[in-house]
């Protein structure tokens, strides 16, 4: 007899239904709509509404949406939900419930809010002005003040300012990065990404090209980030975001670079042939490229030779990179600067190590090692770790466990993931010779990364 009763309110149903609630709490719950109904404050001031969104966590919330207790005694079908949302599938809104998928990006946390009207007081970010609210002056008009001067709409809206201020902000970040690693910057960046896309829900004209681009060069950073700490498919999914970005602004040297970038969290991944597919489209642009991006592209892709074990792809390649890389940078703003003939034998160092060719990457390393910049000091870890791993392949097991050492004292400062993995790997590379001795003492290094 349970069934002829409605699940929501309690009410009689009619005997032949095949439904579980009556008409007017399915009008209520939105079952069987297309969009998801108004629902009263009291709904979502209760307690476990509360504290859904108090995690700042949409997963969460969508999940106590579902299971409130004002749907009945049975949680609202994810099919329904994802309906309403009209962007993800049952599947996808299962991950998101459970964590497994974040929704972290500022468009798709608006789109939620909105598509299940959210109350904006609770949310942990801001919602744009709904169509039809009062617009603020183009940065291409005048304000006229009443009874007063013509003003320039410019000196209100603000974005081309605040566009060069995160510049210069993220100059410092980078510095940071450079000297003591990602540690201090893996939740500031994401947020400060966060706070430029709310900027480009106003922006308008020139404003919104210039906020394009720092947000491609703030996604971009977070990548990096991300990549140095291991996350790496948090890293390529934010670089892909990156990437929109700067396609969007119809920047190809920035959709290069990032590119370029994204080739080198995939190859961090083991991923070589999407890798090296992403280090040619890098290269589709190269006449529209300074020649030290076209030679950190091919950077990239002599990288991925490597791993592959083409020798003679790999010299080919890099041998093109060191003629451009010779070529002084076009300007200061170049994305490539960095990429240095010095810059170079560092990278080439670490194909000859993948290639066994471990005397040849011992020399690059310690030519470059002899004129390092104090500021680049997380690098400088990873260089000695690419050089203990080289000592190794050379069978100089003291060599070997001397300079990894040194690379340990960084990676501890650093946190520095990417100088773990590579001392990771020297143990292997040092039994392979009978040092199991020094091997051990390697492996207690590594170790005391991991705590």
């Known amino acids: ?3 002829r009763y409605c699940m929501r309110c309690g009410g009689r149903l009619a005997r032949d239904t095949r439904v579980s609630m009556c008409a007017p709490c399915r009008q209520v719950s939105g079952v069987g709509t297309d969009h998801a109904p108004d629902l009263g404050l009291d709904f979502w001031t209760t307690d476990q509404m509360k504290d859904a969104f108090a995690t700042r966590e949409m997963g969460a919330v969508v999940r106590a949406y579902r299971y409130h207790p004002a749907h009945g005694h049975k949680a609202l079908p994810q099919e329904t939900v994802s309906r309403w949302l009209g962007t993800v599938t049952q599947s996808q809104l299962s991950r998101i419930e459970s964590g497994r998928n974040k929704v972290d990006t500022l468009a798709k946390l608006i789109h939620y809010a909105r598509a299940l009207k959210m109350p904006a007081n609770l949310l942990w970010f801001s919602l744009p002005d ?7 002056p183009r940065s291409d008009e005048v304000l006229a003040l009443p009874d007063g001067p013509l003003v320039p709409a410019a000196s209100i809206n603000t974005g081309s ?19 003591a690693g990602p540690r201090s910057l893996v939740q500031v960046v994401p947020q400060q990404l966060r706070f430029i896309e709310e900027l480009l829900q106003k922006a308008r004209g020139r404003d919104r090209a210039q906020l394009l681009r720092v947000a491609a060069r703030y996604a971009e950073f977070a990548g990096w980030i991300y990549q140095d700490t291991g ?7 934010v670089s892909g975001e990156a990437l929109d970005f700067a396609q969007e602004a119809e920047d190809d040297e920035l959709a290069s670079y990032i590119l370029m970038r994204r080739s080198n969290i995939a190859a961090d991944a083991k991923r070589h042939d999407l890798a090296l597919k992403l280090a040619n489209a890098a290269l589709t642009q190269s006449t529209k490229l300074t020649a030290r991006l076209r030679a950190l592209a091919l950077r990239q892709q002599a990288h991925v030779y490597a791993q592959k074990g083409d020798v003679a792809g790999c010299a080919r390649v890099l041998d093109v990179a060191f003629k451009l890389a010779e070529r002084s940078s076009d300007s200061e703003m170049d994305l490539g600067h960095y990429c240095t003939p010095e810059y170079l034998e560092m990278e080439a160092a670490q194909c000859w190590v993948e290639l066994g060719r471990p005397h040849e990457a011992i020399d690059s390393l310690r030519q470059g090692l002899s004129g390092w910049q104090a500021e680049f000091r997380r690098d400088l870890g990873l260089c000695l770790a690419r050089l203990a791993m080289a000592h190794a392949v050379e069978a100089q097991a003291d060599h070997a466990v001397q300079v990894a050492r ?17 001392l990771g790997r020297i143990p292997a590379a040092l039994e392979s010779s009978g040092a199991d001795e020094e091997a051990m003492r390697v492996r207690r290094l590594v170790k005391s990364l991991g705590s």
């Open 406 to 422: 040194s690379a340990t004292t960084i990676g501890l400062e650093t946190r520095s993931h990417r100088i773990a993995v590579q």
């Open 1 to 3: 007899m349970s069934g």
């Open 161 to 179: 300012a605040i566009a060069d201020t995160l510049l210069k902000t993220l100059d410092h970040y980078a510095s940071t990065d450079n000297l």
């Open 231 to 237: 996350t790496l498919n948090a890293a390529m999914q």
């Open 130 to 136: 709904e169509p039809g609210s009062i617009p603020l």
